[in-house]
């Protein structure tokens, strides 16, 4: 399938002599509901303007659907949208207004701005309000009005910054529906998040970006599978032949002295010592170790979904 959007060693080394990023390379595949997941600091602002060419990157390269941003700008831009994390329109400007005027930046012809200024601010449910001055808007219509904006254009990639930092849960539901909606219209989405539990219930795929480098790449359901798991090493008092089968846990060997065993949260231990025992194997000593993945998700959320 076409790539929506392909990175390339992607690096940027700001003025100040931070580098945000340190070569990341991406792909999302066209149709994908793909999160971006990391910390504050992480570099995902970073790339999301580099990915609209706000930031200019140090290296590397950006796609659109194959057309590079560096040579082939105009096009790459016009397949994408953004919604941004800062509430970036004129709130003096009426909601109608700021969706149509939207539209001529991309030389869409007036009575086709109208309709599709009108189409969105229905979808959005915020038809009612697009004759008021945009000021009045509670937060979450002004989110829901960037939205909007971002899709007068129907770009073929909608990039979500952090959209519902400080939005409420029932905005936040109303949001989802529409972005879950245009993505099963083919839209492609890429949303970025601390809220691992919201990447959790949208997205197909995530990257996990820490410190300027992409600490992991996976499918949701693998990602989640391997947080609820937990790894022990066994330190055996002899060396043992053949392992135990334990139902649910994979027991692997390490070396001659050393198992590990990697079981369900919540696994009684006492289940894998009888085995253990039951087949003769004596341990000596045990101790829980730490999963880096694990680790690196409690430094960034808890699973309640509050930012750590
Ligand atoms: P995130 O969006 O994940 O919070 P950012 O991309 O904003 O991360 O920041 C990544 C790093 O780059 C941080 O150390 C930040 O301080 C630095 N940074 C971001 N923008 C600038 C800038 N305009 N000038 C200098 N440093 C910046």
Redesign the pocket.
């Known amino acids: 399938m076409a790539q929506a959007l392909e990175i390339t060693d992607l690096k940027?080394t700001?003025?100040?002599g931070?580098?945000?990023?340190k070569g990341v390379s991406l792909e999302v595949a066209e149709g994908d509901f793909f999160a971006l997941l990391?910390?504050?600091?992480?570099?995902?602002?970073?790339?999301?303007?580099a990915i609209c060419s706000l930031?200019r990157p140090t290296a590397g390269s950006i796609r659109i659907f194959g057309h590079d941003l560096a040579r082939d700008r105009e096009t790459a831009l016009g397949l994408l949208g953004v919604v941004p994390?800062e509430i970036n329109f004129n709130q003096f400007e009426k909601p109608f207004d700021i969706v149509a005027n939207q539209a001529g930046f991309y030389g869409l012809p007036r009575p086709l701005a109208r309709e599709r200024a009108e189409r969105y601010l229905k979808q959005l449910s915020l038809w009612d309000k697009a004759f008021v001055a945009s000021r009045t808007l509670s937060g979450g219509m002004k989110r829901r009005l960037m939205i909007a904006r971002a899709m007068v254009h129907e770009p073929k990639l909608l990039i979500l910054?952090?959209p519902t930092a400080g939005v409420d849960i029932e905005i936040r539901r109303s949001m989802w529906q529409f972005v879950e909606q245009i993505n099963r219209d083919g839209t492609t989405v890429i949303l970025?998040t601390?809220y691992l539990e919201e990447a959790e219930q949208l997205c197909r795929n995530i990257a996990i970006?820490d410190k300027?480098e992409i600490v992991r790449k996976s499918d949701m359901k693998s990602l989640l599978a391997s947080l609820d798991r937990e790894t022990f090493v066994l330190d055996l008092v002899e060396a043992c032949d053949a392992l135990p089968n334990v139902e649910g846990v994979t027991l692997r060997r390490i070396d001659a002295l050393t198992l590990e065993a990697e079981v369900p949260k919540g696994t009684e231990l006492n289940l894998v010592f009888r085995a253990l025992d039951s087949a003769g194997i004596r341990l000596r000593s045990l101790r829980n170790k730490a999963n880096r993945l694990e680790e690196l998700f409690l430094a960034l959320v808890d699973r309640k979904g509050h930012a750590a």
């Open positions: 940027k700001y003025d100040t931070v580098s945000a990023l990391g910390p504050n600091g992480a570099g995902k602002s970073t790339l999301i303007g930031v994390q910054d952090e970025t601390h970006i300027g």
